[in-house]
């Protein structure tokens, strides 16, 4: 069972378009929701993350939009450039507490973005 | 900025010989995480360690046995192992604290092949 549920699993955009993957979650204890970048053969890399009490957060050509009520959430790549292209995690974290928390990552989005 | 390394990148095995993964997390982060990745799938969470205690415990076989050692760094060992057990394995680190505002932070991974 996927807790947190991630479309599209993979998605062609051309090069200055915009990218947008969607995540979806069930458990309101996630206290924390990070976006990882990955390259082939290559650790994930943080990219952005927000907290739940947050609508919006913007870093650079990235943005996550995110909707507490419906428990979704949804990365924006802006001007979308061939080295966007990478597989994208979205993530969903329990918090620890005086423990160590843990991630739970969504299934991947393989982003390629044409020339 | 220093980052996670993990020891070796590359190893190739035979079925039921036994391997050993490195992991040295950040320096300063207290916290060190476990993953498994098979070709097209998303992380898998394995294991954690918090001040060298185990904290939580995923979908690890118990072929596996993993400690984190007094520098923090921590190993993952393997033994027996299987044809299934190849993969990408990952480790990341954090800091945990009472703000609770760890982010993890992954490794490059080790490619572990068996043959």
């Known amino acids: 069972q996927q807790q947190v549920k991630q479309s599209p699993q993979s998605l062609i955009v051309q090069k200055g378009g915009i990218s947008i993957i969607n995540c979806a979650y069930e458990?309101?204890?996630?206290?924390?929701f990070p976006w990882y970048q990955q390259f082939p053969g290559k650790g994930p890399a943080l990219l952005i993350a927000?907290?739940?009490?947050?609508s919006e957060k913007k870093e650079g050509r990235f943005t996550i939009s995110f909707n507490k009520s419906a428990k979704q959430f949804s990365l924006h790549i802006m001007d979308s450039q061939p080295g966007d292209s990478a597989t994208y995690f979205c993530?969903?974290?329990?918090?620890?507490?005086?423990?160590?928390?843990?991630?739970?990552f969504g299934s991947g989005t393989r982003l390629s973005i044409r020339p | 900025a220093a980052g996670v390394i993990q020891s070796p990148r590359h190893l190739i095995k035979e079925k039921r010989e036994t391997a050993t993964l490195k992991c040295y997390p950040i320096?300063?982060?207290?916290?060190v995480y476990w993953y498994q990745q098979g070709p097209g799938q998303d992380p898998q969470f394995l294991i954690s360690?918090?001040?060298?205690?185990?904290?939580d415990k995923g979908s690890i076989p118990d072929r596996f046995s993993a400690q984190q050692f007094s520098d923090y760094h921590s190993e993952l060992n393997m033994s027996s192992l299987e044809l299934g057990d190849s993969a990408l394995y990952f480790c990341a680190s954090s800091t945990t604290g009472l703000k609770n505002t760890d982010t993890q932070y992954f490794g490059p991974g080790t490619r572990l092949t068996v043959l």
């Open positions: 927000i907290r739940p009490d947050v």
């Open positions: 360690f918090y001040e060298k205690m185990q904290s």
């Open positions: 458990n309101t204890a996630f206290d924390y």
């Open positions: 993530a969903a974290r329990f918090p620890g507490y005086s423990s160590a928390s843990k991630i739970i």
């Open positions: 320096p300063r982060h207290d916290t």
